[in-house]
């Protein structure tokens, strides 16, 4: 049995509503792979993993993966994932989401999980778009792009997740594409292996609700966008901004080793406690 075989088989409820209900060529499927190697990559068993979705497309990922999982409400996923870890700071907390989950409906809490340092790991997968609900623009979809509620092109700016991530005071910020597995691989291993908060954001095609929209043929195409447009973080900072174009970059944006909230609540309480018993 291959160890892609063995994984689906150890990781994945493969009794519970499969074939899933992504569409072909769709990068969530590329994501929870990727979700899956890290886990077993971090040497985590599944009951001491705590899986927390909202709603979308991502949010099937709580109703495949055999952890211990929450489906909760459209852009709450964060607040769930932040009871669960200041119940039981031992537990390993991902929190997935999408873009319109994160950063429309859900940005305030977005901003101070990131804040508060908060000891999970928040996976985003970024297809800007929203996808399960009809194809409204997202705060992650492009200026000029095109969508249900934007037919004749996005005119708003848009929200630069790992950069937002980072301001508002994120432990671990990265960025991959489902065209670079390997890449994620690592980045989700980190993230889980760090203390406070962490987020990784995945670039995701949805060909069906954004490609076909705005110009690309097929989703072979959206995958070598990814490809093409894509900079590894050294050379973009190496890059003059005027001469970095439409590509965007990949890797590691921070890395910080600060306790989380969960951590600093602990040692509040233990001196507290060691007070009350010297009074």
């Known amino acids: 049995m291959s160890q892609v075989t063995q994984l689906i088989h150890q990781y994945l409820r493969h009794n519970k509503r499969f074939p899933h209900v992504f569409c072909p060529?769709?990068?969530?499927?590329?994501?929870?792979?990727?979700?899956?190697?890290?886990?077993?990559?971090?040497?985590?068993?599944?009951?001491?993993?705590?899986?927390?979705?909202?709603?979308?497309?991502?949010?099937?990922m709580a109703v495949y993966v055999d952890f211990n999982t929450v489906h909760t409400t459209h852009g709450r996923a964060l607040t769930f994932a932040t009871g669960i870890k200041m119940a039981n700071p031992e537990l390993t907390v991902i929190c997935v989401m999408g873009d319109g989950d994160a950063l429309s409906i859900g940005g305030n809490h977005l901003i101070h999980a990131a804040r508060r340092n908060v000891g999970i790991t928040a996976l985003i997968l970024n297809n800007n778009i929203y996808g399960m609900t009809g194809g409204q623009c997202s705060s992650t979809?492009?200026?000029?792009?095109?969508?249900?509620?934007?037919?004749?092109?996005?005119?708003?700016?848009?929200?630069?997740i790992a950069e937002l991530a980072k301001v508002a005071g994120a432990n671990y910020v990265a960025r991959s594409t489902a065209f670079h597995a390997k890449m994620m691989d690592a980045q989700i291993t980190a993230a889980l292996t760090r203390p406070g908060f962490s987020l990784v954001e995945a670039f995701s095609p949805c060909h069906t609700q954004y490609g076909r929209k705005n110009k690309f043929r097929t989703v072979v195409d959206m995958y070598q966008d990814l490809k093409t447009r894509s900079m590894p973080m050294d050379k973009w900072n190496e890059t003059d901004p005027a001469k970095r174009g439409d590509k965007f970059p990949v890797g590691v944006f921070v890395e910080r080793d600060e306790p989380g909230l969960e951590e600093r609540y602990a040692a509040m309480s233990a001196g507290l406690r060691a007070k009350e018993a010297s009074a």
């Open 25 to 60: 060529g769709c990068g969530h499927g590329i994501v929870l792979g990727s979700l899956v190697r890290s886990v077993h990559n971090a040497d985590l068993s599944k009951d001491e993993v705590c899986l927390v979705a909202g709603i979308g497309c991502s949010g099937r």
């Open 141 to 160: 979809t492009p200026m000029g792009a095109r969508s249900m509620t934007t037919p004749h092109g996005q005119l708003e700016n848009t929200f630069d």
